[in-house]
Structures are given as structure tokens and as C-alpha cells.
């Protein structure tokens, strides 16, 4: 019963990592509702058993009697094959390897689970709470006790570990003795001792600093100790608060981890997740979190988190090593991880964090939580294996209220300059875009994981519709994947090695021009691209429109003797997909193996998923192809069961060592045939009016913008600039425009735009505009806008 599960994907699947349930009411077992005095430690030591265990659900009905089955089921194989021996608990889980001590705890678990919760075959059985205990002693004494001393990876001892450990003795509270009890707070005491928060810094920061803070307080619930949990209790304090470097949450609604990677979707999630549960656990008790800056968590809920989710899915552009852990299972009832799996994690999240919000706060997510388990047609919620009772019985109560409106998914575009992310959302439609500069990796990879994600951050371009499509990275995409020829990237076809750029290295261009401007509808985004490993240089620029995206890529070099691409598109068929692909009108073929050069083509589309415009007509190439893979490609610890799924793709070949080329073409989600060639027939709906190693821009009349990237100062159609910057303009048709200006490299000290238009007057400014002069012309001089992050400086004016 080998598990070879991540870190933290683990305790998301085992028993203890069904936190993420209700808090409300009494637990499944009387003996547990009924024990000791009902002092304040006692009270939360009960409310925990309930948020492990969750209440309020029927176990007669669904999903509830299947997945009280299925942990049946997993119990019973954990027990018939433990076998305690020196040096194991399981024969495949040697204690001489830091994580199969988490991992034995997590079956232990899965066996206490068993044992408390209603309907699982196992409930209140005698011999299996035997068995339990008898494991319990045996990792304390053979593995996790104050005697022993950390080895391999500390996260095992320090978090992992401790928090099933924890979470076991909680549920088993009455089935322990009081020396088992107090040899685990005393394992606890030595590999999380109050020293593990004394400062924030290497690994007691964002996520790990919450999970650390979750066992210093359940060590003091279940030890009754004050200032175990006033420490826990004031340490999550340094989490919350804006930072403008390192680990945590910007001021722009980024989340970042390991100090150079986008992570809310992983890393992020996992403090939501714990947050959630100890503001959930203190609140109504003398440890209350009372901190003003929690609000800032609270805030994220829809800033950082939701921008970031669609249809029930969390968007892999912010989830880091995680893509690559879609199921490493090895038996039937296995992990499904993958974008859905994460997102299912952060509603249940979400749904906790209400109970310790306002109810203004509580009620407007909970319509946001039913809006998206309604919409997840791909990947149901309620039928996901991989959650807990607690988490499941909490999302079914969302989704039963009759009092709770579901929310639609907003439009709108999302910049988050300081992760280096954009989210293009529109109706029927959303897409991010993954960058990377000196601030932010290419892509992480480390613990065997992520193997092959070098070009991630390369102007990766994923897109989701509202009913197709939201399978389309969770079908497993990355095990599959020509990681050459992912979305939307300009890449060197130069053969890199697994992992390269070294585990944990972060791979970081040495480029500073990458960001954008947007006015929260529409955006100007641009990536200054250099390649891992590689000479690979190119300009990138997307201008984020009504209904399309438009992608240019401009000055783009190499000389590593290998060819250079722009990826138009990789769209994932499916195991057995015959999707059309109709390029000028005309059917190619839907045989496997199919190539072409499209010469002169002005525009493709691919049956059931969108259409792709190329302005005056492109030489671009496809193809239609079966790839086999396996996810121990990409993560030394997946299934190396072969997995095949088809592809179409598109791109531009630049051919080998290119000097300047470029290419343009206009993204356009769910559009049909007759709605892409209709476009591509509009022949000046699309005014390219730059794209070099010196600007790129764009115009398009019929929806009043005009947008450029100015890699270096200059002028380009009505639009100047004296220093690098980004201006994007809307003319709004009512006698007003809207400029939005920003400092992508965050380093302009000053800055001068110039829109060659007559203006009347200006409406508004930011107060980083020193002077603005109106009349034949716009000049807008901005003041230092290096402390502003890449922001985006709106004004709005009225024309003359």
C-alpha cells in the first residue's frame, strides 16, 4: 500500500486533513460529547473533535454513505497490512525515511477516522481501537519521541507529523491513556518547541507559520497549557499584515511563497485552509485571534483567492509544483488532485472562514462557494473522493441553503504585478497569463516534483470556458504535455535537462520590464522574455480585450543552434477526441499523426473549443498527435502507468537562431466558425501598430483602445513616452477616455506620457501625477513611481 503523495497533498487526503468542516455541534461519538469537565480547554478540544469528525450530515445519504464506505474501506486495508517490527510500522513505510513517519500516521488516521465516524463498517470497534493504539506506541517509541533527533525533511517532523498526530489525539481523546497523551505533547514539545516561532524567517513563514502555529495550539488545547496557545495564538500576527518582499500576501492580492513563486493556489491555500480552522477553533474563547490586521485574510477571500478560481477549479498559474502531483495513486480509490482537487480544497476553506467572519462577510461567500460547486459540471465537489467528511458535510450545507443566492463568476481583469499573473475573465470565458522576471521563477521544482516545468512562467496562456474546456489541464495535461509547446509561450526548443536550474533553485531572468495597466476591464500586459538555459530573447505583449486576447511577440533571438517557437495553442483532445480543425473554411484532417505548414492562413478553429485570427495572413504550422506519458515523469513519486491523451497544436516556427521575427495573432475562447471568420474578415478591426525589441502595441477603433508596451521610450501613433512604461487608453464613446499608465520595471523615477489627442479636462488623477496639462494634447508627468509596485495610475479626462 505504497502512498507516494506530496508533503501536503497528504494531509490534505488523510483523515486529519478534514479540518475543513463544521463546528457547530456535538461529534458523531456520545463518548466524545460527553467527556471531561467543561472548562475552556475542554470546550475547544470538543470543538476541534467536531471539525475533524464534522456534524450535521446523514450518513444514509449521499455523498455521505459512499465516502463513509470508502474510509471503511481504506481502514481496513491500513490495518490487514500493518505490522509492527523495529524499524516500521508497514513494510513499505521504513522509519529510516522522515516521511514514512507522516505517512504512517496518516493511516493511523485514516484508521481512527474509521473508528469515530458513523457508517464506515469499523465504527466503535474495540479491536481496531486496539490496533491503533498499539501503532501509536510504536512510532512513539521507534520514531517520534523526545529522544530522537530530526532527519531528512523537516517539514515531516515539524508539520506534517505533528498535525496527524495532534488531530489523532484529539478524535481519540478518550480512547488514550493519559501517558499516551502526554508522550505525544511531548513529541510534539521537542520538534515544535516555542523556538519554531520565536522569529519570521526561513521555514516559519506564510503557510508554514500557520501550520506551525495550528500545533502549538492544539498542543496546548490537549495539554491545557495557556501559553502554548497564546503563543500560537499571537504568532500567526506577522502573517497577516501587506508585505512588499518574501513570503505572504501583496497589496495587489498576490500570494507568494519561497520568496520568488505565485502560490496561492498551493502554498496560499494551505494558510487559508489554517487559518480558517484557528480563527474558526479560538473564536468565542479568551484566545480569540483579535488581531485588526486578520481582516487583511478575510480580505483575500475575494482579493487574492477568488480571482484566481473558476467553475470549481484553481487556475495552475498560481499553484507552483502542484500541477504535477494530478494522481501519483496506486489504488482505485487514489488521489485526484489535479486544478479541480485544489479548488475544491479552497471552498471548503472558504465555507470554514465565513463562520469566523462577519455575516455580511459569511453570507456574500457562501453565495460564492454555491455558485462554484453548482458550476463544477467537469469535476462535481460533493462527489470528490478526496475530501473529508467534515469538508463535504460543510460544502453540502452551502449548497442546500435555500437562504444562500449562488454568485455568477465575475468579468472583469485581475493584474497582480507583484506574482507576475494576469486573469482575463469574460462572460463565457477566463484565461491567465504566467510570467517571470527578476522578482518572480520561471517554475519550482524540488522533492522529485515538477520535473519538466522550465517554461511555465514563459507567457504560459491557459484558458477556460464556462461549459467545455475545464477539463482541459486536469486530464492529465502535464504528464502528457509537450512541455516544449506549452500555451501562449516563445521558447528555445534547446533539450534542458529534468529539473533543470536545480531543485529549490528558482530560476529567476534577469529581467526587470514585466507587468501591465488595466482598468479592471480591459489590459496592456507585457513580458520581457529571456529563456532557461538558453539565449532565448523575445518581447511578449497581450492587450486583453471584450471578447479575445491579442498576442504579439516581437524581437525574438536565439543562437543555441535549435529552433525558436511561439505556441499559438496546445489544446488537449482527450484520450480519444477528433475535434475539428477548420483553418480559412476548409476541414484538415482529424487523423492522428496529421501535419501541415498553413501558408497564408488567416484564421483557424478548433470544433467545441475557439477560434485564432491572424492578422494579414501567417505561415503557421499544426498538428494532430497522440503523447504518451506518465505522471513519474514529471514527479518521481507518480504512478509510471502510461497515460496517452491527444493534441492540436499551433504555432509559429521561427526557425533556428531567428534574428527579430514576430508574429500576431488574436485568441478568441468559444468562438465559432462563422464568429472567427467574420473577424478575420473585418480587415481593420486589428491596427498592429508596433512590434519590435522597442514597442508593441495595438489599436482597435471599435472599442476605443489604443495600447502599447514601451519596451524603451518613443512614440508610437497617438502615444509618447520618455521612459519605459505601459499606457493603455479607452475612449468610451460618451465624450470620456480613461488612460491607465504603469511602471512595469519599478524603477521610474519619473515618467512623462503624452496622448497626441485634445483633452478638455481631467475628471481624476492619482497623486502620482505631478502635472497634467490639457488642450491640443494630454502630457501627463508622473513623480516617483518607484515605490508602486507596477500599479496601474487611472485617469480619466474629457476629450475635446
Known amino acids: 500500500m505504497s502512498l507516494p503523495w506530496s508533503r501536503r497533498s497528504f494531509l490534505h487526503l488523510s483523515g486529519s486533513a478534514v479540518l475543513l468542516g463544521s463546528v457547530t455541534s456535538a461529534g458523531v461519538l456520545a463518548s466524545a460529547g460527553g467527556a471531561g469537565a467543561a472548562d475552556a480547554y475542554d470546550t475547544l478540544r470538543l470543538k476541534w473533535h467536531d471539525t475533524v469528525l464534522g456534524t450535521g450530515f446523514d450518513p444514509a445519504a449521499a455523498p455521505f454513505t459512499e465516502k463513509l464506505a470508502l474510509l471503511g474501506t481504506q481502514a481496513v486495508e491500513a490495518r490487514s497490512t500493518m505490522a509492527p517490527v523495529s524499524g516500521s510500522l508497514w513494510p513499505d513505510l521504513p522509519l529510516t525515511v522522515s516521511s514514512s513517519i507522516t505517512n504512517s500516521y496518516g493511516r493511523l488516521a485514516t484508521m481512527a477516522q474509521a473508528y469515530a465516524q458513523p457508517g464506515t463498517g469499523l465504527t466503535g470497534s474495540t479491536a481496531l481501537v486496539d490496533q491503533i493504539r498499539t501503532g501509536l506506541d510504536h512510532l512513539y517509541n521507534q520514531a517520534y519521541n523526545p529522544s530522537k533527533s530530526q532527519f531528512g525533511n523537516w517539514w515531516d517532523f515539524q508539520i506534517g507529523s505533528p498535525q496527524i498526530l495532534l488531530d489523532i489525539s484529539a478524535v481519540l481523546y478518550d480512547q488514550l491513556s493519559a501517558t499516551q497523551v502526554a508522550n505525544h505533547l511531548a513529541a510534539v514539545d521537542k520538534f515544535v518547541p516555542d523556538s519554531s516561532v520565536t522569529s519570521y524567517t526561513g521555514t516559519s513563514t506564510g503557510a508554514n507559520r500557520v501550520d506551525l502555529c495550528r500545533s502549538l495550539a ?26 512588499t518582499g518574501g513570503d505572504g500576501f501583496y497589496a495587489d492580492g498576490s500570494f507568494v511563497q519561497h ?7 498551493s502554498y496560499g491555500a494551505v494558510l487559508l485552509g489554517g487559518l480558517a480552522s484557528l480563527f474558526s477553533l479560538l473564536s468565542g474563547s479568551p484566545w480569540a485571534v483579535v488581531d485588526p490586521n486578520r481582516q487583511i485574510v478575510l480580505d483575500s477571500v475575494e482579493k487574492s483567492f477568488a480571482p484566481f478560481l473558476y467553475n470549481g477549479l484553481m487556475m495552475d498559474a498560481v499553484s507552483g509544483r502542484a500541477t504535477s502531483r494530478g494522481n501519483p495513486r496506486t489504488n482505485s480509490y487514489g488521489f485526484q488532485g489535479g486544478d479541480h482537487g485544489r479548488g475544491h480544497g479552497v471552498l471548503a476553506a472558504i465555507a470554514l472562514l465565513g463562520t469566523a467572519a462577519s455575516g455580511a462577510e459569511n453570507q456574500r461567500w457562501r453565495g460564492l462557494v454555491k455558485g462554484w460547486v453548482q458550476r463544477d459540471y467537469y469535476s462535481p465537489v460533493l462527489t470528490d473522493t478526496d475530501l473529508g467528511v467534515a469538508a463535504l458535510a460543510r460544502l453540502k450545507s452551502v449548497q442546500d441553503d435555500n437562504a444562500v443566492t449562488a454568485i455568477a463568476e465575475p468579468t472583469g481583469h485581475g493584474l497582480f504585478p507583484s506574482m507576475d ?13 504566467s510570467m517571470a522576471s527578476k522578482r518572480m521563477g520561471l517554475y519550482e521544482t524540488g522533492n522529485g516534483e515538477n520535473l519538466h516545468g522550465w517554461h511555465a512562467g514563459a507567457g504560459m496562456l491557459q484558458w477556460w470556458g464556462d461549459t467545455y474546456g475545464n477539463g482541459q489541464y486536469t486530464d492529465a495535461f502535464w504528464p502528457t504535455v509537450d512541455p516544449y509547446r506549452l500555451p501562449g509561450i516563445t521558447v528555445s526548443k534547446k533539450a534542458l535537462a529534468d529539473a533543470e536550474g536545480g531543485a529549490w533553485g528558482l530560476p529567476r531572468p534577469d529581467v526587470n520590464w514585466v507587468g501591465g495597466a488595466t482598468d479592471g476591464e480591459y489590459a496592456a500586459i507585457g513580458q520581457f522574455v529571456r529563456g532557461l538555459s538558453s539565449t532565448l530573447y523575445a518581447k511578449k505583449s497581450w492587450f486583453c480585450l471584450a471578447d479575445s486576447i491579442v498576442c504579439l511577440a516581437g524581437a525574438v533571438r536565439g543562437t543555441d543552434g535549435t529552433a525558436v517557437e511561439t505556441v499559438v495553442e496546445n489544446r488537449n483532445l482527450g484520450a ?67 497515460i496517452t491523451r491527444r493534441y492540436l497544436t499551433l504555432w509559429f516556427d521561427h526557425g533556428v537562431d531567428p534574428v527579430d521575427a514576430a508574429c500576431a495573432y488574436i485568441l478568441m475562447p468559444g468562438a465559432t466558425t462563422a464568429t472567427t471568420s467574420a473577424r478575420a474578415a473585418v480587415a481593420g478591426w486589428l491596427t498592429v501598430l508596433a512590434n519590435d525589441n522597442n514597442q508593441q502595441g495595438i ?21 509618447t513616452a520618455d521612459h519605459p512604461a505601459c499606457v493603455l487608453v479607452r475612449e468610451h464613446g460618451d465624450g470620456t477616455a480613461t488612460l491607465c499608465v504603469s511602471d512595469p520595471m519599478w524603477m521610474q523615477a519619473a515618467l512623462t506620457v503624452t496622448w497626441n ?14 502635472s497634467a496639462t490639457t488642450g491640443s494634447a494630454l502630457t501627463l508627468t508622473f513623480g516617483n513611481l518607484t515605490g508602486k509596485a507596477g500599479a496601474t495610475q487611472e485617469i480619466k479626462v474629457v476629450l475635446g
Open 259 to 265: 520568496a520568488y513563486l505565485a502560490y496561492t493556489g
Open 699 to 719: 489599436a482597435v477603433s471599435s472599442l476605443g483602445v489604443t495600447a502599447v508596451n514601451f519596451w524603451f521610450a518613443g512614440t508610437v501613433g497617438t502615444l
Open 218 to 243: 492544539l498542543r496546548g488545547i490537549l495539554g491545557k497549557n495557556d501559553a502554548k496557545i497564546m503563543l500560537a495564538r499571537n504568532a500567526l500576527s506577522p502573517v497577516f499584515p501587506f508585505v
Open 421 to 433: 499573473r494576469a486573469v482575463h475573465r469574460r462572460p463565457g470565458w477566463a484565461a491567465s497569463i
Open 757 to 770: 489627442r485634445p483633452v478638455a479636462s481631467v475628471i481624476s488623477q492619482p497623486a502620482t501625477v505631478a
Open 576 to 642: 480519444t477526441g477528433t475535434q475539428a480543425l477548420t483553418v480559412d473554411g476548409v476541414a484538415q484532417s482529424t487523423a492522428l499523426g496529421w501535419s501541415a505548414t498553413l501558408t497564408g492562413a488567416g484564421w483557424a478553429q478548433i470544433a467545441g473549443h475557439g477560434g485564432y485570427v491572424f492578422p494579414g495572413g501567417a505561415t503557421v504550422k499544426a498538428l494532430r498527435q497522440a503523447r504518451t506519458g506518465s505522471w513519474h515523469d514529471i514527479h518521481t513519486g507518480g504512478t509510471s502507468d502510461p
